[in-house]
């Protein structure tokens, strides 16, 4: 995997050959206030995503990509070739549009066989070539009708054949799971899942939904704000949360402080105690789950963290209850129905919140 | 219908009349002054003259000279086409003179029993050719017109300098195909000023009003299509009196002198 | 569009305005929520004024077939001059409508979809003839065009091309009247379709123009069909700017309306039965066209 880690200054380096496979970018983008910086590079067959809440420029970012919205600095090259100057239509690029974008006065085949009929194949051949993707698609029996007569598990699949047809070596997917409904989700991303890991080129989507991402993606790219905040497999960044966007993704309680053997000392001010023996900045992380509350100062517990705590607000999480606590640590627990009426949990109700050593998870920041 | 309109208007108009003999009786002495000064009743208020639209800049200025012989009365025009008029008076407008381009025209008007007495010639008009400045393509007769790319513009024969033209032509035994037949005289003249037409036949006044913008060749079959401006008093006039005195000017030396300096022709 | 076919009068509606379907009538469907039942809940102050709008259209045009002279209307309508004037009227209205199209909807496009310096005042210039009285239109496309026009008189010095007095004359005179009417429908039409559509193909390798033609211009064809039919209707009745810039001259450029005008000078029935085989045909025209092509849309 030829990683290209940190910011490549410069715009001509020059480093073609064999490592230059795949995607080697550097965006950015002026737009008034904002402005996007990210570098991004991907080897082909990998998929990479763009994670971030709205706003962050993911969008921009894809459509710098593409050619849509034009670079104020930085490069963009595919395969050793520098894109940054061609114009969109020339990119080998390929776009799966949020709303799929399908043309509506053609029919699914017309659809998937434009791109080949704008790239010079003849009418028969295109059309031949959309059939066979529609086909791959399992959308053979579909090909004939308009976009408005489709479903959206369908349109999407559509778009995505639209989108292979042209062969990109790039292959550029916004938020392609959102339009569609909560049912129809789980099994359009499976389906995507499978046909993501069949494409031998790059593909980078842009979610704002962790769970996309993780199952999509081989590896994720976190912005917030225009700027890279975290990047690495799903699983590094799920274990290793570095903001609080990020940790309330992936839910986890996420604290910055000072380590210094087992106990770090927090920026907020307590201190907690961990397993993990470090020293330096750390990031301490624990799960919601993890949280024991009482009403009452804990004796016998044999927990060195215990804080004194407040509700501030109490909602249903799957079938348990999460409490938001305000006071020495700002945190939130997960708690059974069960023990939170025990409890007489409401909002401002006072109580003491307890984590074992063990299940806090703390690493250098 | 017309007879019944017609009543009314008279009903109405007798109406008036009560009321300012009402007003006379009640000594008004104020408004009534400057009529006083000539021992009759005088001119006076609003009088309504429907003009052919080549009247446009004499009648004007003899409707300022009206007002200034006759403090107290304003006199309203309303220039257009002789048949457009005829019809409005037909129509039931309100108004007290009709002066026409045509005798046919007023002919309509008095048939139908709304002119008060009947009409007279007050000046006649003539076609000329409107050429452009310097006459360049040396036109000196009506013969000259069909000279061979030459773009010609006439009236169209549904208006009267259409028909006058048409009469030349036949007089003159002429057979001329034009580019364009205008809807009015002054589009034909318009076509010519803007260099559009190489010659237009109009009215000898208009290419006098047009100034150097075009030059005027005179003709002979023109004596065979003369028209002849009738002016009459309107029977449903609102202010007869006023209109009788703006006829009179009209008719007035002062008023020819007017007239003829505009290229009209004496009767 | 009176897609009301079947549906059947609302029980506590007055007696529908459209005189009652009787076949209907009978087919009744209590307590069913029927958003567009006609006569039901409309304001007084809505319903007034709508009527009397409705009349004030109306009228005019049944006055006109009132008066119209039916006994000689045989007559005037076998008469070759009307026949020459028609068709002249509408081989015009419908080269000045193509005109139209082939420079209106690229202007149309360009004032939609790009940016440049000034276009605010642009769009305020192409609107102009909107508000133009014709004739003066007219004038000024002679001063343009004319054979001494600031553009016209090198037409006429180079190729020997004079417009005035002439058919070509007569649809571009149409044409500058009639084009704003379709540059507006077709931009109020782009500016609603999703650009985005433009950069998907695009992005499967159309140029700008080839989107454009492939997928734009399919997107707005409704827009494009209402606002050629707008010009189109505007064309076959322009008077002023023709006779302005072009003549009269039977057979080359004395269209309808301006045959009309003048036969309204001495012949009042005559212009009447002119107005009449207008109106008639223009309508035949605009329906056709509506059943074949504008309800596709």
Partial sequence: MPKNPGKRPGPTGTAPGPAAEGLDARLVVDRGTFRLDIALTAAPGDVVALLGPNGAGKTTALRALAGLTPLTAGHLRLDGAELHRTPPESRPIGVVFQDYLLFPHLTALDNVAFGPRCRGTGKAEARAQAAEWLDRMGLAEHAGAKPRRLSGGQAQRVALARALATHPRLLLLDEPLAALDARTRLEVRARLRRHLAAFEAVAVLVTHDPLDAMVLADRLVVVEQGRIVQEGTPSDIARHPRTEYIAQLVGLNLYRGQADGHTVRLDAGPTVSTTEDLSGPAFVAFPPGAVTLYRDRPTGSSARNLWRCEIAGLEPHGDQVRAELTGELPLAADLTTVAAAELDLHPGAPVWATVKAAQTHAYPA | ?267 | MTGRHGTPPDPGAPAPPDGGRSGTRTVRAPRTARPRTPGRGVPLPLLAPALLGLAFLLVPLLALLLRAPWRSLPEQLTSPEVWQALRLSLVCATAATVLSLVIGVPLAWLLARTDFPGRGLVRALVTLPLVLPPVVGGVALLLALGRNGVVGQWLDAWFGITLPFTTTGVVLAETFVAMPFLVISVEGTLRAADPRYEEAATTLGASRFTAFRRVTLPLIAPGIAAGSVLAWARALGEFGATITFAGNFPGRTQTMPLAVYLALQNDPAAAIALSLVLLAVSIAVLAGLRDRWMRTV
Avoid: W
């Fill in chain 2, 1 to 267: 219908m017309p007879r019944s309109a017609h009543r009314l208007q008279s009903a109405l108009r007798t109406a008036g009349a009560g009321a300012a003999v009402l007003l006379a009786l009640s000594g008004c002495s104020a408004s009534g002054s400057s009529a006083s000064g000539t021992g009759e009743d005088g001119p006076s208020g609003t009088v309504t003259v429907f003009a052919a639209a080549s009247l446009t800049e004499s009648f004007t200025t003899l409707g300022e000279r009206f007002e200034k012989e006759h403090p107290g009365t304003e006199v309203t025009f309303n220039f257009g086409g002789s048949d457009t008029l005829a019809a409005g008076i037909s129509g039931g407008a309100p108004a007290d003179v009709f002066a026409a381009a045509s005798t046919g025209t007023m002919k309509l008007v008095t048939d139908e029993g709304h002119t008060a007495g009947s009409p007279s010639t007050f000046v006649r008009n003539r076609l000329e050719i409107a050429t452009l400045p310097g006459n360049p393509h040396g036109i000196g007769s009506l013969k000259d017109l069909t000279a061979p790319g030459l773009k010609v513009v006439l009236c169209d024969s549904t208006v009267p300098c259409g028909s006058a033209a048409r009469t030349a032509l036949t007089a003159a035994g002429v057979e001329l195909t034009p580019v364009s037949y205008e809807q009015d005289v002054r589009s034909a003249l318009t076509k010519v000023e803007l260099k559009e037409a190489d010659a237009a036949v109009v009215y000898r006044t208009d290419v006098r009003a047009a100034g150097d913008k075009v030059e005027g060749v005179e003709f002979p079959e023109s004596a065979e299509a003369v028209n002849d401006y009738p002016i009459a008093r309107l029977e449903s006039a609102p202010n007869p009196t006023a209109a009788k005195a703006f006829v009179a000017l009209v008719k007035s030396p002062e008023g020819r002198k007017v007239l003829t300096g505009a290229g009209f022709l004496a009767p």
